[in-house]
């Protein structure tokens, strides 16, 4: 396969475009991406017959900022049949991959698609049958094989493929479904829970966000990310000069700093944790960020970078290069991820955490 589709925000198709584009050539693939503004997604078509399959094999999709789902694909398939929809996509995905573990038929996430969905719920039945039959399926769930994707642009038209379970998405359509909680004090709550599932390994939850640790929230109020936090029974320094929602303040878990978030400093030398979604410019927070992070003020921080309305991808890349740079040259050893989250709108959110100091700093125990 050739090519690969990436899912994105509807409007971030020029985002996903550049980013996929430069960072393919950094492997030595090139191509060029076909962008159809508001689509959802974007096409990258490599030159070779193989770089698709190879870009999903060797771009770490934890790398990419601004697609939600890497799919390697073959061209589109056009104009199913009504009477026979099941056969010519069950044709397209012979040989092309090893047994999928998994079948998604999916959409882009649009206003237009979503009748385009309900068929794909009742289109996965019939073709998740032919696709086992024809052995390209196993007969069971397996989260370690090849997720096959069935991807329709309208109806009768779509692109089938493959991802690969260890640099996938494992979301549906490539976005965590999350219940907002009815007891938390804003929608921004979700923001913090999603980096959580993208950032977090699953298992690792229990050791790095754990009962107990300590944590700052920079650009608190009302307090849907604290809200997080105290809900993992952290304890919380909530730093901000609007009001922080009562019920927070009663659980006893969260101590509220009136004050500028640029200029607070902690009180303690055991803060695990920084969070930061104050409203500013995207070179400020990550300066701040780095400071924290240099002094050894936490070990993992998670903050939004707002965009600007143009140049989005170069802002951010900018930003993340100057961070990784500060890092780098105080010898903090640290893995930088970011992501424009589904809950995310006119912004990313970022993910630093530092793994050693070479050289200073303060230890690395809690
Ligand atoms: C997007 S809201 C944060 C929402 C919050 N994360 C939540 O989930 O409820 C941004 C907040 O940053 C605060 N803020 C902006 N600049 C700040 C600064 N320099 N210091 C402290 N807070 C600041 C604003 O007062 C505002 O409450």
């Not at 009477?83 to 649009?110: C, F, I, S």
């Not at 993910?351 to 809690?366: F, P, Q, T």
Request: aromatic share 10%; with cysteine.
């Amino acid at each position: 396969m050739n090519k690969v589709l990436l899912y994105c925000r509807q409007g971030f198709e020029k985002e996903c475009a550049a980013e996929i584009a430069e960072k393919a050539a950094a492997l030595g693939i090139f191509g060029f991406p076909r962008v159809k503004e508001n689509a959802g997604y974007i096409l990258f078509e490599g030159y070779q017959p193989d770089d698709g399959d190879k870009l999903v094999r060797e771009l770490p999709f934890a790398s990419l900022i601004f697609a939600r789902q890497m799919v390697a694909v073959s061209d589109l398939i056009r104009d199913l049949p009504s009477d026979d929809r099941v056969t010519p996509v069950v044709a397209a995905l012979q040989g092309a991959l090893k047994k999928g573990g998994d079948l998604r038929v999916e959409v882009a996430d649009t206003n237009e698609s979503k009748e385009l969905l309900k068929f794909c719920r009742k289109f996965t039945v019939p073709l998740r049958a032919a696709l086992r039959q024809a052995g390209i399926l196993l007969n069971h769930e397996s989260a370690k094989q090849p997720v096959v994707h069935v991807f329709f642009i309208a109806p009768g038209h779509c692109y089938v493929g493959y991802s690969l379970s260890n640099n996938n998405s494992p979301f549906f359509m490539g976005i965590p479904r999350l219940r907002f909680p009815a007891d938390a004090p804003s929608r921004s709550t979700l923001k913090l829970e999603e980096a959580f599932h993208v950032f977090i390994p699953a298992d690792e939850w229990d050791e790095r966000l754990a009962s107990g640790m300590y944590a700052v929230d920079l650009g608190a109020c009302p307090g849907g990310w604290t809200y997080q936090l105290v809900q993992r029974s952290m304890m919380v320094h909530a730093v901000d000069n609007g009001p922080m929602a009562p019920a927070l303040m009663d659980s006893g878990q969260v101590m509220h700093h009136r004050e500028d978030g640029f200029k607070y400093r902690p009180t303690r030398n055991n803060v695990y944790w920084l969070v930061c979604d104050m409203v500013e410019k995207p070179v400020r927070v990550a300066r701040l960020m780095g400071e924290w992070l240099v002094n050894g003020w936490c070990r993992e921080a998670i903050f939004n970078l707002k965009l600007p309305m143009k140049k989005r991808y170069e802002e951010v890349s900018q930003n993340l290069s100057m961070l990784a740079a500060l890092l780098s040259e105080n010898g903090i050893n640290a893995q930088i991820q970011a992501r424009h989250l589904y809950h995310d709108r006119e912004e990313v959110t970022v993910h630093v955490r530092r793994i050693w100091s070479a050289s200073g700093g303060r230890r690395d125990e809690r």
